[in-house]
């Protein structure tokens, strides 16, 4: 609308959008306005003295005159009510009043639409009153500056208020986390500050219960004390009264002697020979009883010694028993030995038999020279592998390098037989990718096509959407050369994980789901370590980091939690113990994982292999296995099992879907062969540790 009213020649920059019926009225109205109706002058050469308050709508309706008070203008304007109001002003207040009925109030800038009609009327008074043109259009101009500089500041201003907004919404977030984190925090601290309450209650209660016994001990020891006070002074006398006896004891005595003194030496005579007999018989008698009891013990002594006797005897043959044992070990021991003698000389002669057949151990340092990169790169290429991992190694670079100098392949034809995404009919050109380039490509394949199932709900054949894939990227000409050139990489490069399982799943030999299953297992243990990082520092220590692998796992055996852990600190110091364990995820630039990863993706196809070996003994020799029997066989394993995953897992076997019930009976074999190709894994703990056997299937 603004544009729409723009004035001719006026400073509005929406006036280059003018329609022409727009303009042709804007100009056609500044022409009458100017012929019809000129601002009247006086004779003096002043402007007309017309009052704003006279009859009919005032243009401008909140100006205040800021001249003569209220009580002057009063009586003046019952006078100036007679007089007409000017042609011009009536005509500028009509186009006013339609200009503003005909707009649209309800949008968003209607203020601005509002004041499109007002800038023109000003436009036209600029116009028509060439004297003051100039200072009217300095002042309007400077308005229409300070408005565009306002307008410029509000949007600048919105985004940072869209942006307090925001901060004011996460802090009030975060507000209410904190309140919430710490409620719980002051329950506890009110819960313990109500048990401290009730200990000092009970303490208080101990402490009066103690000053009590204290009063009562005291009274206690006073008694005692005064008692001992008595005895004290009674002890005294009775010293006092002995003291007293013995005296008179030993006055009597004395008188005594004196009266013996003056007995009988016949009598005393007699009763000494006499005494002598006695003493004769008495040493007699106890010389017969010695002679008679020598060799007699007291029952006492006898008792004891016989329990000591008992104790003996059994600890005796407690000790006999146990050598007995002892015994028979030793001679299962030197039997053992024997045995273990012979196996070793057989060994001996074995290695002997063949280190004289065998060819000599190659000496792989030799591959260096030939190999690109040098020395170097051969040593991260032959680290920790063995001898046949080292031949499939040097293969793989040869198949490379002899891809490289490959400038065509023959195509395979448009049979049946032939996958889709190589039928072709002629040669095809090698595009000739690095292994970098490669690996690119495939893990853009997978984003692709995982966000494309996301978004439409449907699992899609790979092989289908990689060939939609590259003729998307790359046209329908030159797709079949991006498909042969990626196709012979990866069935050169099978060490490399993401080039060997996507080559895997292209072919059928292994299930997608496989592949998914493996990268949800490395995402949940990622969470799990983030979890226990509570000061997102990304380093764990051990004890935490084999806490958060068994919390992830939980049906991992001890010995496989120990593999991860130590496969995670093989680029450690023995004295360090913290574990970086966002860097055990990183890839190089081929897509080569760390030995960590590739220790879990082991794992995972020996857990299967594992779980499926117990399947198969407990099969036991059939030969044939019908859906019921299969079924049987997994909730025995594996008790914890629900019926959505028995019914994936038999749905595998059978490659049959969910909807179609009767299942033909198939090879033991052949079943267990495709499980293994599928994602299968244990649901539960085991009831038992099963037959860990080697599975032929692999």
């Given at each position: 609308m603004a544009a729409r009213r723009?004035?001719?020649?006026?400073?509005a920059p929406e006036s280059s959008s003018e329609t022409p019926d727009c303009q042709t009225r804007i100009n056609s109205l500044k022409y009458i306005l100017s012929k019809k109706q000129k601002t009247r002058l006086s004779a003096r050469g002043h402007w007309s003295t017309w009052p704003a308050f006279a009859s009919g709508q005032t243009v401008l309706r909140n100006h205040k005159p800021c001249c003569a008070p209220e009580e002057r203008q009063s009586g003046n304007k019952q006078t100036l009510l007679t007089i007409p109001k000017p042609r011009y002003l009536e005509q500028l207040e009509s186009y006013l009043r339609?200009?503003?009925?005909s707009l649209d109030?309800?949008?968003?800038?209607?203020?601005?639409?509002?004041?499109?009609?007002?800038?023109?009327?000003?436009?036209?008074?600029?116009?028509n009153f060439k004297t003051y043109k100039p200072l009217l259009s300095a002042i309007k101009n400077e308005y229409e500056v300070t408005l565009a500089h306002q307008k410029k500041t509000i949007r600048a201003l919105e985004p940072l208020k869209a942006m307090v907004t925001t901060v004011s919404e996460e802090c009030t977030r975060q507000i209410l986390a904190l309140q919430e984190k710490e409620k719980d925090e002051i329950n506890t601290l009110k819960q313990e500050k109500q048990h401290l309450l009730k200990f000092i209650d009970n303490m208080k209660e101990e402490k009066n219960s103690l000053q009590t016994q204290v009063e009562r001990l005291q009274t206690s020891v006073a008694e005692e004390y005064a008692r001992y006070l008595n005895e004290y002074g009674a002890r005294k006398v009775l010293l006092a009264k002995l003291n007293d006896m013995h005296n008179e004891r030993l006055e009597m005595t004395r008188h005594q002697v004196q009266d013996v003194k003056g007995e009988d030496v016949v009598k005393l005579t007699l009763a000494l020979k006499i005494a002598r007999q006695d003493l004769t018989k008495a040493q007699v008698?106890?010389?017969?009883?010695?002679?008679d009891y020598g060799d007699v013990v007291p029952r006492r002594d006898f008792e004891s010694l016989e329990k000591k006797y008992s104790d003996l005897l059994q600890e005796m043959k407690t000790l006999q028993k146990d050598?007995?044992?002892?015994?028979?070990?030793?001679?299962?021991?030197?039997?053992?030995?024997?045995?273990?003698?012979?196996?070793?000389?057989?060994?001996c002669a074995e290695l002997q038999r063949v280190q004289h057949n065998c060819t000599p151990r190659p000496n792989w340092a030799k591959c260096s020279e030939v190999i690109p990169g040098g020395a170097d790169r051969w040593g991260r290429l032959a680290e920790g592998k063995t001898s046949d991992q080292l031949v499939g190694v040097l293969l793989e670079e040869i198949g490379t390098g002899a891809l490289r100098e490959i400038n065509v392949f023959p195509g395979w034809g448009k049979g049946d037989q032939v996958p889709v995404y190589l039928r072709h009919e002629g040669e095809v050109k090698n595009k000739k990718l690095t292994k970098k380039d490669v690996v690119n490509i495939l893990k853009d394949v997978w984003r692709e096509k995982i966000a494309l199932e996301q978004q439409t709900g449907k699992r899609s054949s790979l092989p289908e959407f990689f060939l939609s894939y590259l003729q998307k990227k790359y046209g329908d000409a030159a797709a079949m050369e991006w498909s042969y050139t990626l196709y012979e990489n990866m069935r050169l490069c099978r060490s490399n994980h993401v080039l060997s399982s996507f080559y895997d799943i292209l072919t059928g030999k292994v299930g997608e789901e496989q592949y998914h299953g493996q990268n949800q297992l490395i995402s949940n243990l990622q969470k799990e370590l983030a979890a226990r990082d509570s000061s997102n520092s990304g380093s764990l220590t051990s004890k935490q980091f084999s806490t958060a692998v068994r919390?992830?796992?939980?049906l991992k055996r001890k010995e496989s939690i120990?593999?991860?852990?130590?496969?995670?600190r093989c680029k450690l110091d023995g004295t360090e113990d913290l574990i970086d364990y966002?860097?055990?995820?990183?890839?190089?630039?081929?897509?080569?994982?760390?030995?960590?990863?590739a220790k879990l993706r082991t794992q995972y196809v020996r857990e299967k292999q594992e779980y499926l070996s117990q399947l198969k003994n407990k099969l036991g020799d059939l030969t044939e296995v019908n859906a019921d029997d299969l079924k049987t066989a997994f909730c025995t394993i594996d008790p914890d099992i629900d019926d959505q995953t028995l019914d994936t897992y038999i749905g595998l076997a059978y490659q049959v879907r969910r909807e179609q019930p009767d299942q033909e009976v198939v090879p033991v074999e052949t079943a267990l062969e495709r499980l293994l190709a599928g994602d299968v894994r244990r649901v539960g703990p085991s009831p038992r540790e099963g037959s860990t056997a080697g599975f032929e299937g692999e």
């Open positions: 723009a004035p001719p020649g006026g400073s339609k200009e503003l009925q109030l309800t949008k968003k800038n209607s203020q601005e639409l509002k004041l499109q009609p007002y800038r023109e009327i000003f436009e036209f008074f600029i116009d008698k106890l010389n017969t009883t010695i002679a050598f007995d044992q002892l015994h028979k070990e030793y001679e299962t021991l030197l039997e053992i030995h024997r045995e273990t003698a012979e196996e070793r000389d057989n060994f919390e992830a796992f939980p120990q593999e991860l852990v130590d496969a995670s966002i860097s055990l995820f990183k890839e190089d630039e081929e897509g080569n994982a760390e030995p960590f990863v």
